[in-house]
């Protein structure tokens, strides 16, 4: 990943300006550690801090047309680069690096060409002819933008927030699938695919040979790299078919023959968690080169503050799960890995979260999934993107490939409905497509184990320090009053309360807060979802253990030991293997 920073419109183009944009494109040098970049044409300043992924030697942004007018900062990965450079073939290009594709296609196909890209992509450009430029963000948000508007009428984009909220009057997240136009004056949708509506409910046939053969392309096309890589694996469903796919068809890549056949698998968990066993279990399945790495759950809470300043929210589950993969990545970018293949996503396209099991009818099934893809810009693509690119990481997912989504969100949802009376379990679907008698993917065991969310596979005791660490933190007098200090989205619980101070203090503008979503959850739901069973109201959180009577650890219902109360949790079964040494508990990053 990359930073970008833009400003247009900038009434004052004098060197200390200059030198205020540098400084602000800096606050992102995380992002992008290998070269900085900047230009400036009038009112005008497009800042880059790069990554080098592809290309690394002659790659560096922005980039140019042939005459310079056409002047890109872009973060991202434009898979089909080569594609579409053979349909350019009356254009020069100078550079290796995928990104260059834009500034070409924008000459031939002006603003329109933005759904021509295959990838993961947050983009400005700048059309020195007539200064009119435009930005755009990928389908999904994988790559996080933001907009901002200055005091003298100029508008800012920026990677993360960190690079505008001290500049901008105004702030917000760029919405996903979007351009801005300045010749329009504003912005509108570009990605428009049938599942959008939410009330079109499909009717496609289930064909699991489809759906496999459009995710192996997905891992496939995202194994473009001139850089050490590795997958990210957390033993459970997702994350495991990512890891099984890059296996077996890695030797047949460019990638394979650069940097060999054997696949390096990333694990983090505490000791005796549920994610650990199982992604030892995969690796020596796959014949992965596993690496492992071990922290305590001190180091994680001491932690917190760094993971809120990078990843910007005060959302309890993302920073749950944000944290040990923050200190993850920094171990694997010690080991000069740059990229990582990750498995998010596929929970909100096949309806994986356990909640899933509750819904009532295919139509709601269907919705439910609609709303948690269109959200997962403000969740997993923020915390996988901004935990990673934190230590100068690229997170790249297969399963958010705009080809397999859309074959995907073509099933008709009855197929994806969980129904244990004729043993299809959350995500059956997916499950069965890689069920490989002949040439198996995954142990039968692995492939059909039950859902467990990121922050709770790590180890149930990450969350229950964590809650208590909090409650040291946080009296109930001060959540009893949460409601004044804190009127919008305000703070239930004292882990709430906790982050949502952190916050405050690194992002204390009303813009800020208002980036980041709110409202009722239960095990990651929305807000709708939770009307789905009486009983969640009384038991929000967003952990997969508040899904009561589908968990197999789910929370116990006693009064005393709800979620909510601050106090840590009480299991409804032991957690057998769970090992405390001394006072500090170990906790087991896999890498």
């Given at each position: ?17 200059r ?46 047309n ?51 890209l ?50 901008c ?47 192996e ?41 650069q ?5 390096h698998?990333?694990c ?5 968690s ?5 992604a ?12 492992e ?20 929210t ?8 944000s ?5 993850m ?16 996503g ?76 004729i ?5 059956w ?163």
């Amino acid at each position: 990943m990359c930073g970008i920073l833009a400003v247009f419109g900038c009434l004052d183009t004098s060197q200390a300006k200059r030198v205020r944009v540098l400084e602000l494109s800096r606050r992102l040098r995380h992002r992008g550690p290998d070269w900085s970049g900047l230009y400036q044409s009038g009112h005008s300043f497009l800042a880059h801090q790069r990554l080098a992924i592809v290309d690394p030697a002659s790659g560096d942004q922005p980039l140019y047309n042939e005459d310079r007018q056409i002047v890109v900062t872009v973060n991202g990965e434009i898979y089909n680069h080569e594609k579409l450079r053979e349909q350019l073939n009356s254009h020069e290009f100078r550079t290796g690096s995928d990104c260059e594709i834009v500034a070409h296609l924008y000459e031939d196909y002006g603003e329109e060409f933005v759904n021509m890209l295959d990838g993961m992509f947050s983009f400005v450009l700048l059309d020195t002819r007539d200064q009119s430029f435009i930005a755009a963000r990928d389908a999904f948000g994988i790559t996080p933008l933001y907009i901002g508007w200055g005091f003298d009428g100029s508008v800012w984009f920026a990677s993360e927030m960190k690079a505008l909220h001290d500049d901008c009057e105004s702030f917000e997240s760029f919405p996903p699938g979007h351009i801005y136009s300045s010749k329009q004056g504003g912005l509108r949708r570009w990605y428009n695919p049938p599942w959008y509506s939410e009330s079109l409910i499909p009717s496609t046939p289930y064909d699991p040979l489809v759906l496999r053969q459009a995710f192996e392309k997905a891992v496939i096309k995202r194994l473009m790299t001139d850089v050490p890589f590795g997958v990210l694996l957390s033993g459970g469903l997702d994350s495991s078919l990512v890891a099984a796919v890059a296996s077996r068809y890695l030797a047949a890549t460019k990638a394979g023959k650069q940097w060999g056949d054997k696949l390096h698998s990333f694990c983090v968990g505490l000791k005796g968690s549920p994610d650990l066993k199982a992604a030892k279990e995969v690796a020596e399945y796959l014949g992965t080169f596993h690496h492992e790495f071990h922290f305590t759950v001190q180091d994680g809470i001491d932690a917190i503050e760094e993971v809120i300043y990078h990843v910007e929210t005060y959302d309890v589950t993302t920073i749950r799960a944000s944290t040990p993969m923050f200190l993850m990545s920094r171990k694997i970018k010690s080991l000069g890995v740059k990229m990582v293949l990750s498995g998010e996503g596929s929970d909100e396209i096949f309806g994986g979260y356990l909640y899933f099991h509750k819904a009532p009818n295919k139509q709601e099934f269907h919705q439910e999934t609609c709303r948690k893809i269109k959200a997962l810009h403000m969740y997993d693509c923020l915390r996988a993107n901004k935990s990673t690119s934190a230590w100068g990481v690229e997170a790249r997912v297969p399963f958010l490939d705009k080809e397999f989504v859309n074959v995907a969100m073509d099933i008709d949802p009855e197929w994806k409905m969980v129904k244990p009376d004729i043993g299809r379990m959350e995500k059956w679907v997916l499950r069965r497509a890689f069920d490989d008698e002949q040439n198996p993917y995954l142990p039968k065991h692995i492939l059909y184990r039950q859902k467990e969310q990121f922050s709770d596979g790590v180890g149930y005791s990450w969350i229950d320090g964590l809650k208590s660490h909090a409650a040291e933190h946080v009296t109930d007098t001060m959540l009893r009053n949460a409601k004044y200090i804190f009127p919008h989205n305000t703070p239930t619980t004292k882990e709430a309360y906790y982050y949502r101070m952190i916050f405050e203090r690194f992002y204390p503008q009303n813009a800020a807060r208002l980036t980041v979503p709110g409202g009722p959850s239960v095990a990651c739901s929305t807000a709708k979802a939770v009307e789905w069973d009486a009983a969640w109201a009384n038991n929000l959180d967003p952990s997969g253990r508040a899904a009561l009577g589908v968990h197999a650890s789910a929370y116990s219902t006693g009064a005393n030991d709800g979620p909510g109360n601050g106090s840590v949790d009480t299991l409804s079964k032991n957690m057998a293997g769970m090992e405390e040494s001394g006072g500090a508990r170990e906790v087991l990053i896999k890498v």
